[in-house]
């Protein structure tokens, strides 16, 4: 018979990595698509042009509000990516 | 928030496979501890991943000069430089720290949840024996 603490201790968490990937898409899609509206909207000489380099990797990103749309989709996919990567190989290796 | 649960409802938590012994599952579920090594190895593999992809693309992209921000890393992570080589060495930076922090973030959620949890237990044992004196 186990006690509870080590019921509690042998137990491991498990992630569910679709799930991870949806979260950390919608968090970084809507982090970029905040981030370059902010810089739309506040304005300037030189708009955005540190997050503009982002274009290098997301062809058709820039800052304005339809950038923001294209980088909302760039994001949601690259957080994807890593959400569901990450609970996989945790998984994996949890599991070992 | 106070969340109690009396015996029946954590009796219908629990399957019947799980012994009377056993914690039930959906308690299991919330406070078991995250896997450090598993958390480590998963950030290490994104983050390393990460980096490795990012200076490919730009490697194969080219032009002049090359990935000139991007390079500014080499300040952190020695040896890196946006070349063919330097990918490599970026995947080997990445892995190591995202090990890093991966490992680290495990540990603080750990020690929330076992803190949350000693929270709880010294909670129920204060309703549970705080009238203790009322009955002598």
């Known amino acids: ?96 | 928030m106070k969340v109690r649960l009396g015996r029946a409802a954590l009796k219908e938590l629990m399957t019947e496979e799980e012994s009377q012994d056993q914690l039930p599952s959906a308690l299991l579920l919330a406070f078991a501890p995250m896997h450090r090594t598993a958390m480590g190895a998963a950030f290490g593999v994104v983050l390393g991943g990460l980096l490795f992809l990012m200076t490919m693309a730009l490697v194969v992209k080219g032009g002049y000069p090359v990935g000139p921000t991007l390079s500014l890393l080499g300040h952190f992570f020695f040896g890196y430089t946006v070349t063919f080589f330097g990918a490599f060495v970026g995947l080997l930076w990445g892995l190591g720290v995202g090990f890093l922090l991966g490992w680290g973030f495990a540990v603080v959620r750990n020690l929330i949840v076992w803190s949350w949890l000693v929270l709880i237990r010294s909670r129920a044992e204060m309703d549970e024996y705080g009238d203790f004196l009322d009955h002598m």
Do not use: D, W
Request: proline share 1%; no cysteine.
């Open chain 1, 1 to 96: 018979m186990l006690r509870e603490e080590e019921q509690l201790a042998k137990a491991v968490v498990k992630l569910n990595a679709k799930l991870l990937g949806i979260v950390f898409g919608m968090l970084l899609g809507i982090g970029m698509f905040l981030a370059t509206n902010f810089l739309v909207l506040k304005g300037g000489e030189n708009v955005g042009q540190h997050l503009v380099l982002l274009s290098q990797f997301f062809p058709g990103y820039s800052v304005t509000f339809l950038g923001s749309l294209v980088g909302f989709a760039y994001a949601f996919a690259v957080g994807l990516v890593i959400g569901s990567v990450l609970g996989a190989v945790y998984n994996k290796v949890a599991r070992a």
